[in-house]
């Protein structure tokens, strides 16, 4: 009943016009992103980073929750239209959805793509709301040692973060940690790595470098490989509406893929793409006509649709819960908050309950928005991808330069940036993933803080900082999410083969 | 090549911060000092990157391959024009730096030719001052001529 209460609260937060005005540029950022290849919502989440100062806590949660959810919708339509995912967890939709276009039923597959990611995200975030209050309420047991057990839970799972090899994610994680530890100690006072440097005293900001590892080295990526721009013939309005027979078989897909979506959000790594690729296999094996399968079938839209939108909401939870992004555009969210000095764990919902169900409410209304928004108006959105890159390059470009220096006003921000942008572009040249590095910058200092307040209470007893009960179980839970993914890909495998 | 280097780049990073991190005070268990957590990162960098620094010279690297056509002269160019923004910014000021940077980003990347260029660049810089300054109230770099925008505003 409180749960409710609270809902009923967030909504009447989120309808506030101002809420309302960041939902609505939130979601179409969120849709050219996703339209657009090369930029995604990360890249936009990193360069949009700073100007979240302008809003409040809540509004910021709702500007990003709006872009997330926008790029699902907006890759969507590419890959449906064109065949051109603009996102990676769109990719899977092309398979059928491009070839239902050839067959003239590109409408349909667009609507049943927007219904079922409308439908994932009611129900993901049902989820989303559960999972967090329960989480949360356990969480509030917690002291340093748990929270050392949370870091190295993080840590650990980070690896799985990066599609590249074990070994590079692992380099890339020591490497974020190593950048967070310059600057000042703050249990002891003692300068790090300063190397005399007053500036560095003050540590290296997040905000500089995920723009510069995110933001400019996609720019200067876009560039080295000179994106083509498509174009796509006009989708009129009464061929949007699927048949009675289409909806039919659509709409268990998308119940099933909302499910699989939001659990495997909650596992770390590129929820939303795995997401939509276990859900394409799962009806794949469930349907009784496989062979339509690649072939324009509509299930093959709507499942995956639906999952990649509630895996977004389920990578909610762990960092609103416990204060851990799992994947990278979670970190960007973790960023805007502590900019508002705002540090996401289990007190959150009790300390913050405005900012929590506010922006739970407004997910809900980002994804309603994003249902009325987009079938209406994709003919628009897909003539953005006319828009040469010659001039969206400088143009994202200028806006990350104004966007680092509004918030310290220093040059040497800007400098830092433009040299993560270069490192971040030879790092992608040679397979090393960006983002385990700018996660371990956010979870270090809470790892090291721990680790050193547990060490002192306990006085260095190493089994009372390890081997709490809530530590164990929390240990126990890494080693199961860690293998999780394995498994699945063994099982998907599996399918595959046969 | 590319993964030498880099795995060279990044060892020798490591060896920089073992460096650093070793002057710091370790402490003991019961009291933890500053240099305990660079410490066992450091030894993690220097594991890590020893094995990819290995890895990188005795294997024969696996070549991504290139996109066609692949522009690395556009990107040196552009990540040239990025890392000297900050000291034009510093001495010209927002309008005159960026507007600088932007019209040699739109020339390396062939837009509309030079004069069309230089109209876009400037009415971008110009639209973006009036935007984020003026309308937002955003904190930039301000001299004379953002003065002059400043009192036509009143």
């Not at chain 1, 649709?305 to 994947?327: D, H, K, M, Q, R």
């Not at chain 2, 002269?73 to 510093?90: N, T």
Request: charged share 10%; hydrophobic share 50%.
């Amino acid at each position: 009943m409180e749960m409710w209460q609270s809902v009923v609260h967030g909504f009447s937060i989120a309808l506030q016009p101002i809420n309302i005005l960041y939902a609505f540029t939130g979601c179409v950022v969120g849709t050219i992103t996703g339209i657009l290849p090369g930029i995604g919502p990360l890249g936009a989440m990193a360069i949009l980073l700073s100007f979240t100062l302008y809003m409040d806590a809540a509004g910021a949660m709702v500007f990003f929750a709006g872009i997330y959810f926008g790029a699902m919708y907006g890759g969507s339509t590419t890959s449906i239209l064109l065949n051109i995912p603009g996102e990676n967890a769109s990719i899977i939709t092309c398979i059928d959805g491009y070839k239902m276009t050839q067959n003239g039923r590109g409408g349909a597959a667009l609507t049943v793509s927007a219904v079922g990611s409308f439908v994932a995200g009611t129900i993901s975030i049902l989820g989303l709301m559960v999972a967090t209050s329960l989480l949360g309420s356990a969480a509030l047991k917690f002291g340093p040692p748990e929270f050392v057990a949370i870091g190295v839970c993080g840590l650990v799972l980070l690896i799985k973060l990066s599609d590249g090899p074990f070994l590079k994610s692992v380099i890339m994680i020591f490497l974020g940690m190593a950048i967070y530890s310059v600057g000042i100690d703050y249990l002891t006072g003692t300068l790090r790595f300063t190397m005399g440097i007053e500036v560095l005293s003050q540590g290296i900001d997040f905000l500089p470098v995920a723009l510069g590892l995110f933001g400019i080295a996609e720019m200067l990526e876009t560039a080295y490989v000179s994106e083509k721009t498509g174009s796509a013939r006009k989708v009129k309005f009464r061929e949007m509406l699927p048949t009675r027979n289409e909806w039919r078989r659509s709409l268990p897909p998308m119940c099933r893929g909302s499910v699989i979506g939001f659990l495997i959000g909650l596992i770390p790594g590129p929820a939303p793409m795995i997401s939509t690729f276990v859900s394409y296999i799962t009806e794949k094996k469930l349907s009784k006509h496989p062979e339509e399968f690649g072939q324009g079938a509509i299930e093959g839209v709507a499942g995956p649709e639906s999952a990649n939108n509630a895996a977004v909401s389920g990578a909610y939870v762990p960092l609103l819960a416990l204060g851990i992004p799992f994947t990278p555009a979670m970190a960007m969210v973790l960023g805007a908050l502590l900019l508002h000095n705002i540090t996401p764990g289990p007190n959150l919902i009790q300390e913050k309950p405005d900012l929590f169900w506010g922006v739970i409410a407004s997910m809900y209304i980002a994804n309603f928005m994003l249902l009325i928004l987009n079938l209406p108006m994709v003919n628009l959105f897909v003539n953005i991808l006319r828009t040469p890159m010659q001039i969206l390059l400088p143009i994202i470009i200028m806006l990350s330069f104004i966007g680092v220096y509004s918030v310290n006003s220093s040059p040497i921000d800007l400098l830092i940036m433009a040299l993560c942008g270069i490192i971040g572009f030879i790092f992608k040249r040679v397979g090393l993933q960006p983002a385990p590095l700018i996660i371990a910058m956010v979870i270090g200092p809470m790892f090291e803080n721990s680790l050193r307040q547990s060490l002192l209470i306990s006085g260095g007893n190493l089994g009372n900082v390890f081997l709490r009960p809530i530590s164990l179980t929390i240990y126990l839970v890494t080693v199961v999410i860690f293998v999780t993914p394995w498994i699945l890909k063994r099982v998907s495998n599996s399918f595959y083969t046969k | 090549m590319k993964h030498k280097l880099t795995a060279v780049s990044l060892f020798c990073f490591t060896i920089l911060y073992l460096i650093g991190g070793w002057e710091l005070k370790l402490g003991t268990l019961r009291k933890p000092g500053p240099g305990l957590f660079p410490r066992r990162v450091g030894i993690g960098l220097l594991v890590s990157t020893g094995i990819y620094l290995w890895q990188a010279l005795t294997k024969e690297a696996e070549s991504k391959p290139t996109p066609e056509p692949a522009r690395p002269w556009i990107v040196a160019l552009l990540a040239g024009a990025i890392l000297v923004y900050p000291l034009l910014l510093y001495y010209l000021n927002f309008i005159l730096a960026t507007f600088a940077v932007v019209y040699f980003m739109l020339i390396v990347l062939r837009f509309k030719g030079p004069l069309w260029d230089l109209v876009i660049a400037l009415g971008l810089v110009i639209i973006s001052f009036l935007v984020f300054a003026i309308g937002l109230g955003v904190s930039l770099s301000v001299g004379p001529i953002e003065e002059i925008l400043f009192q036509l505003r009143g």
